[in-house]
């Protein structure tokens, strides 16, 4: 019954910038961490980058600097700011959330859709 919605993608040219927003609706009772994952045709989907419901973070190195993760947790929302955008960054971007949907049992990774991100001149 959970549903993430990711949106903000597009084509930007190198060096532009461009924000992702996600949106967790649903039966939701508490998010712990979230996350941004992409994936480039023929190449393992990798971390981008993670915060924690306390707001710590943790980036991979290829965008250490120029990407930021932040949440709101009262809109159950993650973003991700990206700035100084390379080719290399072209890939569907996906949002990850760990969420528990009630007071008992345990907690589960929910995906969205995926959005593509494309840096090209």
């Known amino acids: 019954q959970v549903q993430l919605v990711e949106s903000g993608g597009g084509l930007v040219q190198p060096g532009g910038s461009l924000r992702l927003s996600c949106a967790a609706s649903?039966?939701?009772?508490?998010?712990?961490?979230l996350a941004w994952y992409r994936q480039a045709p023929g190449k393992q989907r990798e971390l981008v980058a993670a915060i924690s419901r306390s707001g710590s973070t943790n980036y991979a190195d290829s965008v250490k600097g120029r990407f930021t993760i932040s949440r709101d947790n009262a809109k159950n929302t993650v973003y991700l700011q990206m700035n100084s955008l390379k080719a290399e960054d072209t890939a569907v971007y996906y949002c990850?959330?760990?969420?528990?949907?009630?007071?008992?049992?345990?907690?589960?990774?929910?995906w969205g859709q995926g959005t593509q991100v494309t840096v090209s001149s």
């Open positions: 649903g039966s939701i009772f508490s998010i712990s961490g």
């Open positions: 990850n959330a760990d969420i528990r949907t009630s007071v008992v049992g345990g907690r589960s990774d929910y």
